[in-house]
């Protein structure tokens, strides 16, 4: 039990309108089990119910069925939110701030204390290579460059699980390499790992296990070799084929 | 930690800097378009009421905008989610706000009463007392009493609502006419302490607005074996001073040696005015109560963004400034439904209640002391403090806390 960091027990969650109507289901009965140390990907096509998962893993929202624990306990409570970094889909800075300041605003809401935020701070800017550019605000920073510091704030509270919501999204190849060989740094050093990716090949470098979620519900779970054949084949066998796009008569 | 964050977004977003300069110009542009009586003094009230009322406004209404737009806008950018899954209390993060919106809201403040102070370091603030009276509620259900025992007040008076019958006979008591006699005189019972009655003195009368029931106005003012004379009237609100030793008083009489009766409505229009501390002192106790409802303004606004879009909040609390201000003129020129349609009873109705919740905001509002130069006192200045800074803010945030718990992203 000790071993199992989080447990998605036949959870359901569906949007409803004002008028309480549903709208969307858009999760299923899906059950999960995420081990300590382990790389585990979410993945699935837009729509599938991946975001949703996540922001009840973050206690954002509630599931109307079922059961969510987060080391064995509901992730909405503070000792779990102390334990969990995490790395939204699109970076959402503050753009008044500096990168320094953004990292340290985010140790201050993680209860590090200001010497230990510093060094904190000092070591991750030097990790994502924004040491020189530390004093320029966020806002002017180009996409890249501010995943690095979003990257830099879900790490800087020391998490023993991190949630990484497409985590290469925007970065160039280089720096994509540096995230997935980092993302298995982590790993290796006990930290668990739950991301999100639309890029198979990503998820079949980094990731331990998936699972695919089509419509709101898991079509599949695994290791990466244990699914027969590559990812891309098995997701696109599972999931569908690509759409036949034909020309439109305007772009002739 | 979002105290630090909201500070730095309103003086970065040079929503501080704009303050500053939209309230220095309006204060030293005052004087320079505001017509007076004339009079020194009314030159002095004038533009210390309206330079401060402005400046109050201008920062009144940054505050609120500020504060609406502070979770909201966060929300909406889905940066409040990554502070909301941090292990901090929804509570410091709504409290951090409020505390961030009031200490920038008190640089200008700062600044307005500092030009206002200045403008009138000559003169000492005034300690400010009423006749000693049963309230207007007494004096109504006593009113009510005798209504109901006389046989020839008509069954259908006698028949109406309890409640609203009192409604209109405690405003009746508030503004009840006394009348002097021509050669006659009349007296009103004071409880000054010791300390205030030796020190120098003054009678504020005010008069009835029409000329015609003021002119002939002339007689004799007596306290405390000091005396000050009145005749001549061409102001509505006249200051006499009381000359003469000073000993302990307790009655104020007016002798009436005009040639016609003097109506006089003892609650409002009578008081007895004694120097105190200084003018500047007295500001720094009006800064610290303006600085408590900005507290109140900026909570409100940080509880509306906490449950609603940025701009749904923001012209809420727009339009609940400008109602808390407006609800006690129409509450006081329709003091009672019994006499109106269905439609403006409601509308009255609801005047009733905003004015009731935002009481605290408009009561304890210093500009018309500093005005007049009467002292803003402690007990005064404690009780804005303890509501409007401390009690009504931090329900506020509890509820904006709760708010943000349910609308989460």
Redesign the interface.
């Known amino acids: 039990m000790g071993d199992i960091v989080i447990e998605i027990d036949n959870v359901s969650k569906t949007f409803r309108d004002f008028w309480l109507k549903p709208v969307v289901k858009a999760v299923q009965t899906l059950s999960l089990e995420v081990k300590r140390g382990e790389v585990f990907g979410l993945l699935g096509p837009n729509g599938s119910g991946k975001s949703t998962t996540i922001?009840m893993l973050?206690?954002?929202?509630r599931p109307d069925a079922g059961q969510i624990r987060v080391f064995g306990k509901s992730p909405s409570t503070?000792?779990v939110?102390?334990k969990?970094g995490?790395l939204?889909e699109?970076s959402?800075?503050?753009p008044?701030?500096t990168a320094r300041?953004t990292i340290l605003?985010?140790a201050?809401?993680?209860?590090l204390d200001r010497k230990t935020a510093i060094k904190r701070t000092d070591e991750l800017l030097e990790m994502i290579g924004l040491s020189k550019v530390a004093n320029r605000r966020v806002g002017d920073f180009s996409k890249g460059m501010s995943r690095r510091v979003s990257l830099a704030?879900s790490l800087v509270?020391k998490p023993e699980l991190l949630i990484l919501d497409e985590p290469t999204s925007g970065l160039d190849p280089v720096s994509t390499k540096e995230v997935k060989t980092l993302v298995k740094a982590l790993a290796e050093g006990g930290m668990t790992v739950l991301t999100t990716s639309h890029l198979l090949a990503d998820s079949e470098d980094i990731c331990d296990r998936v699972a695919i979620l089509d419509s709101g519900c898991k079509i599949a779970e695994g290791k990466i070799g244990e699914l027969g054949q590559s990812l891309e084949e098995f997701f696109l066998a599972k999931v569908g084929n690509v759409a036949e796009f034909t020309l439109a008569d305007f772009l002739k | 930690m979002t105290f630090f964050l909201e500070l730095k977004s309103l003086i970065r977003s040079k929503t501080l800097l704009l303050m500053i300069l939209a309230v220095t110009l309006w204060m030293i542009a005052v004087p320079f378009f505001i017509r007076t009586d004339g009079t020194e003094e009314g030159a002095r009230y004038v533009v210390s009421y309206y330079s401060l009322a402005g400046a109050i406004a201008i920062v009144a209404i940054s505050v609120a905008a500020a504060a609406a737009a502070s979770l909201s806008s966060e929300r909406a950018a889905k940066r409040l989610q990554l502070t909301l899954i941090k292990p901090v209390s929804y509570l410091s993060i709504a409290l951090g706000k409020i505390l961030a919106i009031t200490l920038i809201a008190s640089i200008p403040l700062g600044l307005a009463v500092s030009i206002s102070a200045f403008r009138n370091a000559d003169k000492n603030c005034r300690h400010v007392y009423s006749p000693v009276m049963e309230s207007p509620r007494q004096e109504a259900e006593r009113m009510y009493k005798a209504y109901m025992a006389d046989p020839s007040v008509s069954e259908q008076i006698k028949k109406a609502r309890k409640s609203s019958v009192i409604a209109i006979l405690t405003q009746k008591a508030y503004d009840h006419y006394m009348a002097v006699p021509e050669k006659g005189g009349a007296a009103w019972k004071f409880n000054v302490p010791k300390e205030h009655a030796l020190k120098n003195a003054s009678v504020r009368i005010r008069f009835s607005d029409a000329f015609s029931l003021r002119r002939d106005v002339q007689g004799r003012l007596e306290f405390g074996g000091r005396t000050a004379f009145v005749t001549n009237i061409t102001q509505a609100v006249v200051e006499m001073p009381l000359v003469g030793k000073a000993s302990q008083g307790e009655e104020l009489k007016f002798i009436n040696d005009g040639e016609s009766q003097l109506m006089l409505r003892p609650r409002r229009d009578i008081e007895l005015l004694f120097e105190a501390d200084s003018s500047v002192l007295n500001h720094v106790r009006a800064w610290v109560v303006l600085v408590a409802m900005m507290a109140l303004v900026a909570s409100f606004g940080v509880f509306l963004g906490a449950g609603l879009s940025r701009p749904v909040a923001v012209w809420t609390i727009l339009v609940s400034l400008f109602l808390s201000l407006a609800s006690p003129a129409v509450v006081e020129q329709y003091p009672h439904a019994l006499e109106i349609g269905l439609g403006d009873a409601i509308g009255l109705a609801l005047s009733r209640a905003v004015g009731a919740i935002t009481n605290p905001l408009t009561q304890f509002s210093p500009v018309n002391a500093l005005a007049n130069g009467e002292c803003i006192e402690y007990l005064h200045m404690s009780m804005a403090l303890a509501i409007d800074a401390v009690l009504l803010p931090f329900i506020l945030a509890v509820f904006a806390s709760l708010l943000m718990k349910r609308v989460k992203t």
Do not use: D, V
Not at chain 1, 58 to 61: C, K, P, R, V
Not at chain 1, 108 to 111: M, R, V
């Open positions: 922001r973050l206690g954002l929202t503070s000792l939110r102390a969990i995490y939204p699109q959402y800075l503050h008044f701030l300041e605003y985010y201050g809401l993680s209860n704030s509270g």
